[in-house]
């Protein structure tokens, strides 16, 4: 790198970022706006005070029940996946059980659009009564969860040498021994990124939440749509529920960071 | 050997059986209800129509309308997305401190939740007391009605996308050049190539199977454009944004015509099974290369 870039590339870089960035910025400030300085021309760049009544506000409007439902629908469905998914995962990775077709059927479940799941299937729980329950929308998101879990940890077990658990195996640990007390902590790390990642698929997710739920259970992304679309917007208080639920977002962004280009691209490019 | 299968089965049954209960079902029905006329509002009962929802597709213009959308957003939105991504990507790969740090600041925009997004643009982009809106006249230019006017909405559902999802090509691009090897970079100085030549002749052949994958996955994805419609326009103003995604929940969840939903769900389908396939070739070629 020639010396005489390399400031300018640095002040892009930053300048860049900073226009990134600058609408979260906004979000952020106008959470602490009153009425007053964000229905305003001028706009108000910075309130007056930065107090928190309006995410105590925004709690109260359904935001707390919203991250209480995003929260038990997200954690089920990323314990199934993981369960099931890295048992299947191991049994693809190591008996080649079904060859390539097999898996490949399980990665194509995950492309399919998710309007055309979710139309059939709403008919479905609405003739059992299902709509508007946890285990409508925590089966529902397996959809995208259980192919992406049994992807990735595929590839995880792949990496791992095969020896040491057909050691285990002749030391008398069976089939099911070698897995779990053998490949299983092994790929400890892997599991850890590949659960992060479900969860945060099933907490952002909305077309299936917004369908199969309606009063009783309102995940938070469905309870922010609800705001926007009420009569009167309250924007401080929608900003503040907006950024409370990306906290775990943020967190999770800061902690995958190593395994994010594998998972957002279903492990096809190994970051 | 044979026992060794059988155990293997027990560790996969789970996952299929899942699987099919959750997507094969359900899409054989919907194929079924795709023959059949059924208005689950007006509580009329199920006819079997043959192809008729299926003719109904070809002439309806408002489907042909939100393909034109989802057009504009391939050639634009994804465009912009490729190109700005290749460009971060290029001047994010080199050795600095704090790079980690600022590569992941560049990637919150996708991680947070696309309703989330959909809020924070809704406010930026009001007419009235919108941000940028003000940044505009301050610049003496005229404002714009982002979201209020037809011939705009849908670039404004463009634009809040570009946001959100060039740092998927960026991280992917960045990726792939970080496996190229220094070696080929010394080697080509040696030989007097220039940073252009470099460019075009080294670093784009070798670029181009990561970039092959990263578009495919934002195409497919432009088809299921649906949180930022429902959050900035709900499609309109009349049906001037509305996606295919959207145009299909209408049908499906605001009209309740099921039979021509699910044909419209098929149509769809259709189109995303070509390009998952050319996905799943150009994976599978890379893994022999």
């Known amino acids: 790198m020639k010396d005489h870039l390399r400031i300018p590339i640095f002040v892009g870089i930053f300048f860049l970022l900073a226009l990134a960035l600058s609408p979260f910025l906004w979000n952020f400030m106008t959470s602490f706006k009153d009425k007053g300085e964000y229905f305003t021309y001028p706009p108000v760049f910075i309130p007056r005070s930065f107090s928190g009544e309006h995410y105590l506000q925004g709690l109260k409007l359904g935001g707390s029940r919203g991250i209480r439902d995003s929260v038990i629908i997200a954690v089920t469905t990323t314990a199934l996946s993981i369960a099931l998914g890295s048992l299947a995962a191991y049994a693809l990775a190591r008996f080649r059980i079904g060859g390539e077709n097999l898996a490949f059927w399980i990665l194509s479940v995950r492309m399919m659009p998710p309007i055309a799941s979710v139309l059939p299937l709403f008919l479905f729980y609405r003739s059992l009564r299902w709509l508007d329950t946890y285990q409508a929308i925590i089966l529902t998101h397996l959809l995208m969860n259980l192919p992406f879990a049994v992807w990735m940890m595929k590839g995880f077990f792949e990496e791992l040498p095969v020896e040491l658990e057909e050691a285990a195996e002749v030391d008398g640990c069976g089939r099911l021994g070698a897995f779990l007390r053998i490949a299983l902590p092994l790929v400890a790390p892997g599991l850890v990124a590949t659960a992060l990642f479900c969860f945060m698929f099933s907490w952002n997710e909305f077309l299936f939440a917004l369908i199969l739920g309606r009063s009783r259970v309102v995940p938070v992304t469905v309870n922010i749509a609800g705001l926007i679309g009420g009569h009167e917007i309250l924007w401080a208080e929608i900003s503040a529920v907006s950024i409370v639920a990306s906290i775990p977002i943020i967190v999770i962004a800061i902690v995958l960071q190593r395994y994010l280009v594998r998972g957002l691209t279903l492990g096809a490019v190994k970051g | ?289």
């Open chain 2, 1 to 289: 050997m044979k026992k060794r299968n059988v155990v293997a089965l027990f560790f996969v049954l789970p996952v299929i059986i899942i699987l099919l209960a959750i997507s094969i079902f359900p899409l054989i029905y919907s194929f079924y209800l795709s023959l059949c006329q059924w208005d689950i509002g007006t509580g009329a009962a199920r006819t079997f129509v043959g192809a008729r929802n299926y003719l109904r597709l070809f002439t309806d213009s408002r489907l042909w309308n939100a393909m034109r959308n989802t057009g504009l957003e391939l050639l634009f939105g994804v465009g912009t997305q490729f190109l700005l991504g290749l460009s971060l990507a290029l001047l994010l790969n080199r050795v600095f401190r704090g790079r980690s740090l600022v590569v992941t600041l560049f990637l919150l925009p996708m991680m947070i939740s696309p309703v989330v997004v959909g809020c924070i643009w809704k406010i930026i982009y009001h007419y009235q007391y919108g941000p940028l809106n003000f940044l505009l006249e301050k610049i003496r230019l005229s404002p714009v009605n982002w979201l209020g006017s037809s011939s705009t909405s849908i670039y404004s559902i463009i634009l809040a996308d570009i946001w959100e999802w060039t740092p998927f090509v960026m991280i992917t691009l960045l990726a792939g050049l970080q496996a190229i090897p220094d070696e080929l970079y010394e080697a080509a100085k040696v030989d007097g190539a220039t940073r252009v030549s470099t460019f075009l002749w080294i670093v784009l052949p070798l670029l181009r199977p990561v970039i092959i994958i990263a578009v495919l996955i934002r195409v497919m994805d432009a088809f299921k454009i649906f949180d930022l419609v429902v959050l900035l326009t709900m499609g309109g103003p009349g049906q001037s944004s509305e996606t295919i995604a959207f145009y299909n929940y209408l049908t499906g969840f605001k009209y309740f015509s099921m039979g021509y939903a699910s044909s419209m769900t098929y149509f769809q389908l259709a189109i995303i099974v070509i390009i998952a396939n050319i996905f799943l070739k150009s994976w599978k070629g890379r893994e022999m290369a």
